[in-house]
């Protein structure tokens, strides 16, 4: 049980170009989703948290009007990167939590790759 | 503020031989500790988390991990490495309603 999805799994996309990722859970209604970039052989970096219904919680440098969160549903969240450029390209991992899936756990999805040319 | 630190970005064992992961964390409150791995290009898969109770954690894939107060320490540890333990290790804290807090990841590589 506690799966989560993303899609796509990768993508690319030119410079100047919106791309979206969505992320689901498929077993279980997260009240919380997180969205975390990871870049080559570094950790991950909480840049959201969001909650359905209400709007995300952005970490400090995380620009929000850049990386649009929407928690539309208890098992959907969408992060649309605007305006891509190069250094947007990384990896985003997504996670779901839920006080009935595991309290304090998060369950983690595959991740996607982005890459702006 | 809580904070996690793993000491060691890469560590190298022989197949067969112990694997010991070192995570020390920092909490104000009791904490609840996770190991995750990732392998190439995938997510995060759950190895095993402390949240209360017994102190010594068992987890998938023969890991274990355990809680030393005293040390604030969350070691993780393998008794035979095998090949396909190969992979990126992450060492998480989380305490009271604050977001799950990563160490920055020991690669693990297995030598045959």
């Known amino acids: 049980g506690a799966v989560v999805s993303q899609h796509p799994s990768w993508v690319i996309c030119k410079s100047g170009t919106s791309v979206k990722i969505e992320c689901r859970s498929l077993?279980?209604?997260?009240?919380?989703m997180f969205w975390y970039r990871q870049f080559p052989k570094q950790s991950l970096m909480l840049m959201a948290t969001?909650?359905?219904?209400?709007?995300?919680?952005?970490e400090q440098g995380v620009e929000k009007d850049k990386f649009l969160i929407n928690h539309a549903s208890l098992t959907l969240s969408t992060l649309t990167v605007t305006s891509a450029h190069p250094e947007d390209s990384s990896f985003y991992i997504c996670?779901?939590?839920?006080?009935?899936?595991?309290?304090?756990?998060?369950?983690f999805g595959p991740g996607t790759r982005l890459t702006v040319l | 503020a809580q904070s996690v630190t793993q000491l060691g970005s890469h560590v190298s064992v022989s197949e067969g031989a112990l694997v010991l992961l070192r995570c020390n964390y920092s909490?104000?409150?009791?904490?609840?500790l996770f190991w995750y791995v990732q392998y190439p290009n995938q997510g995060l898969q759950l190895l095993l988390k402390?949240?209360?109770?017994?102190?010594l954690v068992k987890g998938i894939n023969g890991f274990e991990a355990e809680f030393k107060k005293s040390e604030t320490s969350f070691h993780l540890t393998k008794p035979s490495a095998h090949m396909s333990d190969a992979a990126e290790y992450f060492c998480?804290?989380?305490?009271?309603?604050?977001?799950?807090?990563f160490g920055k990841g020991t690669r693990l590589s297995v030598i045959a």
């Open positions: 909490s104000s409150v009791p904490p609840y």
């Open positions: 998480a804290v989380i305490s009271g309603n604050t977001p799950l807090v």
């Open positions: 077993d279980f209604q997260a009240t919380t």
């Open positions: 996670s779901a939590s839920s006080p009935v899936a595991g309290a304090n756990e998060q369950f």
């Open positions: 969001s909650n359905e219904g209400s709007k995300a919680t952005y």
């Open positions: 402390y949240t209360t109770g017994a102190t």
